[in-house]
Nanobody, 117 residues
Framework: QVQLVESGGGLVQAGGSLRLSCAASGSIFRFDAMGWYRQAPGKQRELVATITGGVITNYADSVKGRFTISRDNAKNTVFLQMISLKPEDTAVYYC???????????WGQGTQVTVSS
């Protein structure tokens, strides 16, 4: 089993930046798919960014050019660097991991990001 713990959320003004971290209790395998999702009040959870194999990244159109996903395998941690934040980015951000070998999905408990205008 894997446990994911997010951190780094907070309150920032529009145009500001934050870096979210997701620490895994166990090792992150290179073939694991990991990502960040977010859910705003009254809206469905949506994909923000993913990283697969440690090299292949994908981003939602709304965050391209502003968010960067990366991971440090040695530290069992995934990051989401967010710049030029907008009020529309306000949401709870969740770390996600899919382990193909186990066919299991894991979710963190979420960290709140609030962007004021």
């Amino acid at each position: 089993q894997v446990q994911l713990v997010e951190s780094g959320g907070g309150l920032v003004q529009a145009g500001g930046s934050l870096r979210l971290s997701c620490a895994a209790s166990g090792s992150i395998f290179r073939f694991d798919a990991m990502g960040w999702y977010r859910q705003a009040p009254g809206k469905q959870r949506e994909l923000v960014a993913t990283i697969t194999g440690g090299v292949i990244t994908n981003y939602a159109d709304s965050v391209k050019g502003r968010f960067t996903i990366s991971r440090d395998n040695a530290k069992n941690t995934v990051f989401l660097q967010m710049i030029s934040l907008k009020p529309e980015d306000t949401a709870v951000y969740y770390c996600y991991l899919h382990r193909p070998l186990e066919n299991q999905d894991y979710w963190g408990q979420g960290t709140q990001v609030t962007v004021s205008s």
